[in-house]
């Protein structure tokens, strides 16, 4: 069972924000966020927080600029991700722009798997750079920067997920979750990093007269890219990233954007003149991704750092082509999981764990987000390593619920069986790991245990916290659009209200989605609830956002609904 909780709005927050010129509407949405002043909701680059505030970045800085002024071969060692590619094709841009001599290397999900590990830097070697630069990964990557040192090559690591017990002994950290960071924005992405780290380096060269004779590099021409990294990968939108969201957006609006990011739009169907954080989210995000999913990330990468707009778009062509693939892959493996369970007990269980020997390695993530969301669990999907094989190792996947800190819970399944799990990593959100397939029995009734005693039952039940509801004067093209023109998504969600309407009509379309005609006084409101094929009754109470209808030229504002219940 679902429970709407609205969230509470401070009337003093309302009343500055207004007062500072907002519109009230807004100004309610970003008061129950948390914003209490007008300052707190400015945007602009000014307000960036300062990149001396991470630990570390001095240090890369000088290694950096070091490394440019004597010819060194960088080498960038990316990730499979949208974050890690973005974070990549930023280093890439603007590492060249500061006159550096710098290529990139990418793991293969199937082949050499996650991070900066001693097979890739063998792999890395044979393009005989002088220094690594990881992107989005290496702070539990240990043994391959022991391995880079033993082969002669120094190790920059940029990256923002959680160290573990030890660090790796680099040249250089830059990561806001390393131990004695002090850098308020913790949640910052691995693109969010790189860019910090050039905004650095730029710095030191600017110090050491690099520009006397040629102008400095503009450096907010990458936060189309930042933009789009940091949404993809569901980093908590805190003030500074919500900067850098913000500022990415204005120029992707404003037709500044890479060629890449300009195809993907095209690909996608997508305006850039109005362009807003699901668009980042939903239709460019997931056409990168799947090229680290189903094939090789360097055709995402590839695309990113292309400034010919024929080849951009060919790129992006393959990218779509792959999304739908990746699409119809998870269809069946959907309908695998749902015979799967079947046989278990979801409501009584704190964690799902599911294992087909069918289900592709690439789409186990997406497959355990959507179960999450189904069943509101904190769910594991397994797939082999290596397909032909039998009996081998299992790569998982993991989503969580709010109250359980993923990787805790496996930090502490790996404590309580020492041997089970064989390598492990992530965050609050998603976590990633690698279990023998004989003991998958075992993990499962780990996980389970390690769930019972980290989550209450009021965790294990769903609740969505709604906006309450919205004053019938607000449900203007002109409000949705004033909406939509903001920055929201992880930790600053979109605006959910709630209310109760009566049901003119109702029907199916697509074989899957309800379509409602909603009445609420003298007023009509067409309404949608994808993936819902039950009939509801003649008067509900429905939690829903608001979106733009655009069919046959005509716009009319259209609730998306997120939940339904009788009134």
Known sequence: ?????????????????????????????????????????????????????????????????????????????ADYDCDGATACAVGVRGLRSLGAVVDYLVPNRFETGYGLSPEVVRIAAKLS??????????????????????????????????????????????NPNQPGCTFPSKSIAGVGVMFYTLLALRAELRQRGAFAQTPEPNLAVL????????????????????????????????????AGVQALFRCAGREPASAATFDLGFALGPRLNAAGRLADMSLGIECLITDDMARA??????????????????????????????????????????????????????????????????????????????????????RSIPGLHLRDALDLVSKRHPTLIKRFGGHAAAAGLTINES???????AMEAATQSMLSTTDLQRTLETDGVIESGFMSLDAVRLMQSQVWGQGFPQPLFEDVFEVERQRIIKEQHLKLDLVKGKAHFEAIRFNFSESVPDRVRVAYRLSINDYNGRQTVQLMLEHIEAA
């Open 1 to 77: 069972m679902t429970k709407l909780v609205t969230r509470p709005v401070p009337p003093r927050a309302v009343w500055s924000l207004e007062q500072g010129g907002m519109h009230p509407l807004l100004a309610r949405l970003y008061a129950s966020r948390g914003v209490s002043s007008p300052e707190q909701a400015e945007t602009q680059l000014k307000h960036l927080l300062p990149p001396d505030g991470l630990k570390g970045i001095g240090e890369a800085a000088k290694l950096l600029a070091d490394a440019i002024a004597a010819r060194k071969k960088l080498l960038i060692v």
């Open 129 to 174: 750079p002088d220094m690594l630069i990881t992107v989005d990964n290496g702070i539990a990557s240990v043994d391959g920067v022991a391995e880079a040192t033993r082969l002669g090559m120094t190790t920059l690591v940029t990256d923002h997920h959680l160290p573990g017990e030890h660090l790796p002994a680099a040249a250089a950290i830059v």
């Open 223 to 258: 936060l189309d890219l930042v933009a789009l990294g940091t949404v993809a990968d569901v980093v908590g939108l805190d003030r500074n990233n919500r900067i850098l969201v913000g500022q990415g957006l204005s120029r992707i609006r404003a037709g500044q954007m890479c």
């Open 313 to 398: 778009m060919n790129i992006a062509q393959e990218l779509d082509a792959l999304n739908r693939q990746r699409r119809s892959i998870e269809a069946d493996m959907r309908e695998d999981a749902d015979l799967l369970l079947n046989s278990l007990d979801g409501e009584n269980q704190s964690s799902i764990s599911l294992f087909d020997p069918s289900w592709h390695q690439g789409v186990i993530g997406i497959l355990a987000g959507r179960i999450k969301e189904k069943l509101h669990r904190p769910t594991f999907a397994f797939a082999r390593a290596n397909s032909e094989a039998t009996g081998g190792e299992l790569r998982g996947s993991g």
């Open 439 to 445: 003991d998958f029995a075992l993990f499962v009734a």
